[in-house]
Every structure is written in structure tokens, then in C-alpha cells.
């Protein structure tokens, strides 16, 4: 099973012709997990809803291992979908909910019965098929969504925020399970979000997605160490910026002239670094140490987020909690020349609602039949 997905000029528009998905272009190479990330209402999920035949392109290809799919009903596509709410059969037991797209395919009973354990086996619900919807909690209705979409072996499986009502722990435990499931299965899998670390621990590749476009594709430590655009730095989580210009391997700003560690085009450019590369030290001396002085100094647990003013900019460093500044303090501030990037400037406005002074963030189940079906079709028991 290869499950390779290639979108390739996707548009789609809504109310007046104003596009919400404006040519999107997007590769899952197969058996790997995506995260497709972006703010709420760049267009996401409108790009899962077209693969899974749920909506409708204006113009596009969307193919899987080669083969157009656009053409195509929902059912008939090799795609699964789990949604942001469950969407089960509140009437039917879990096993039944779970083994209700084999029905629809005409696997016969003993096969769907053993089918349907098996992949509640698979996420770790055991002993619940003969349950009904309502005994379980929120994040076991997710699992039996997930078995739902996978006992259908989809080449394709579209995650859309499934976790986003979970508290944090389960959350967490859910991604791992996720994880886990693509790797023992190896399903090429797309999971949307808007929160960076969610994309950081599932994601083989992510795809961030900013204003109905795909603004980068790559690695999560891509985007983190070396942001391909300002836009995407800022939205992988808070960064310093200082504007100045690069000429061969130093950037004269209103900090001074600091060296470069990574090599950048001569010309006017954004510095960006993240809060926790600056480095507070005891002496003056290391390459690109600045003089600054302390405006705040919160504690947060498992750091001390720094706020200082130097030659005039504000800058926001990550250090541990026990680094004895308080403020008003004058200090010693290193901008490391390893961990400076200097992008071109862009994006003059942040559109991403990220945060560009805080400390950093680190960085389907089968279509559902127009009618629900009847307690006559609850095959499947404990």
C-alpha cells in the first residue's frame, strides 16, 4: 500500500467567487504522516473536504498513487475521515459503529464481527464492542472513530482536529496513539491543526498553510532552525526581529554590527532568533554580545522568560528559572551567530496572530449514509 497524495492546483471558492483554498499544491509522499497547519480559517479543512469528496473543487487535480479521484463519489475513493466530533451511530453498539462501512460493502457478518474487534483491539478498546456510543467517553468515541476509518483500510486516512475538545493529558495520549497506528499500518495520513506542537510530535513533514495558500512544505525541525519565510517564523511559535541589512557575513542593525553563522543575500533583510537561543552570560566577550537591560523577568516553571531593551529594540529571551535576573538588571545578552536567520521582509504585517515578542512555542471514517442505519443492523457484540 502506497497511498501517495498529490493535490496540484486546488481551488475552491465560496460566497461572491472569493476563493478560501486559492491554488494549493501539495505532495504525501506514501505511508507518511502530513500535518497540515495553519490558523483557523486559512482553508484546511476545506482541502481534507475535496480529497474525501465531501465538497466540490472550482479547479484542481487531486490524485492518489497517481490515479484522479475528483471524479469520483465519496464512497467510492480510497480515502478515510475522521472528523472533529466523532459522528457515530448513537444507537448502535461499537462494534456495530465500527463495522458499519464493511456493511455498506457487503462483507459478509463473521468477517465484519471479527474485523471490527480486531481494529478495536488495534486502538486499544478491547472490550467495548457491545457497548452503545453513550457509555463512552470523548476520547474513546475518537478511538472507535479512528477503528471506524481504518477497518476500511483506507490508502488515504484525513484527520480533522480530532483532539481539539480533549483536555491536555489526553491530548497527548491520542497523538501517540495516532503516531503509533501510522507507523504499525503505514498509512499515509494528513492530520490537521493549528497548534505547532501537535504538528512537531505527529508530523513527518508539515505543511503549513497561511491564507488559502501552502506557505511551506518540510520537516518540523525545518521550520523551527531555518523558517523558510518571516511569515513562518512567526507563526512556528514567538520570535525576536530586527530589521537591518546584510552585506558578506555581518548584519548592521541598531544592535551593532552582529556576525552571521549562516550565509544570507547582501541587502536589506528581518533577523530573526529564537527566545531561547539568546543567552544571558556573566561575562562580556563571546561573538555578538550585546548590552541590555531587564524590563521583566517571569517565571514560568520550567523557564524565566527575560524581557529586555537593547539599542533600542525590545528583545525576549528563554532561560532556566533559576538564572538570578530581576528588573532593571544591566546584562550581557549573546545573539549566537549558529542560531541567527535573516529572512527577506516579506511580510511587513503579521497575518498569523502569532505572537512575535513572546517566548517560542516549541515548535475517516467511512461517508456517512444519507440515513442512519437501523437497530437491525447491530452485528456485532461483545
Known sequence: MSGELAVTGLRVAYNRGVPVVDGVDLRVPGGTLTALLGPSGCGKTTVLKVVAGLLTAGAGEVRIDGAPVLGLPAERRPVGMVFQKPLLFGHLTVGDNVAFGLRMRGVPRAARRSRARAMLDLVGLPDVAGRRVGELSGGQEQRVALARALVLDPRVLLLDEPFSALDAEL???????????????????????????????????????????????????????????????????????????????????????????????????????????????????????????????????????????????????????????????????????????VLPDTAATDTTGADTTAAATPAAAAPVAATAPTTEDEDVRA
Open 171 to 341: 491530548r497527548l495520549r491520542m497523538r501517540e496513539l495516532v503516531r503509533r497506528l501510522q507507523r504499525e499500518l503505514s498509512t499515509t495520513m494528513v492530520f490537521v491543526t493549528h497548534d505547532q506542537q501537535e504538528a512537531v510530535d505527529l508530523a513527518d513533514d508539515v505543511a503549513l498553510m497561511l491564507d488559502g495558500r501552502i506557505e511551506a512544505v518540510g520537516p518540523p525541525s525545518s521550520f523551527y532552525a531555518d523558517p523558510p519565510t518571516l511569515s513562518a517564523a512567526r507563526f512556528f511559535g514567538g520570535v525576536n526581529e530586527v530589521r537591518g541589512t546584510v552585506t558578506g557575513s555581518s548584519f548592521a542593525c541598531p544592535l551593532g554590527e552582529l556576525r552571521l553563522g549562516v550565509p544570507a543575500p547582501d541587502g536589506p533583510g528581518v533577523l530573526v532568533v529564537r527566545p531561547e537561543s539568546l543567552r544571558i552570560l556573566g561575562a562580556d566577550g563571546a561573538p555578538n554580545t550585546v548590552p541590555a537591560t531587564v524590563r521583566e523577568a517571569r517565571f514560568a516553571g520550567t523557564h524565566r522568560t527575560v524581557v529586555t531593551t537593547a539599542g533600542g529594540i525590545g528583545l525576549t529571551a528563554t532561560v532556566a528559572p533559576a538564572v538570578p535576573v530581576e528588573p532593571g538588571d544591566r546584562i550581557p545578552l549573546q545573539l549566537p551567530p549558529s542560531a541567527l536567520r
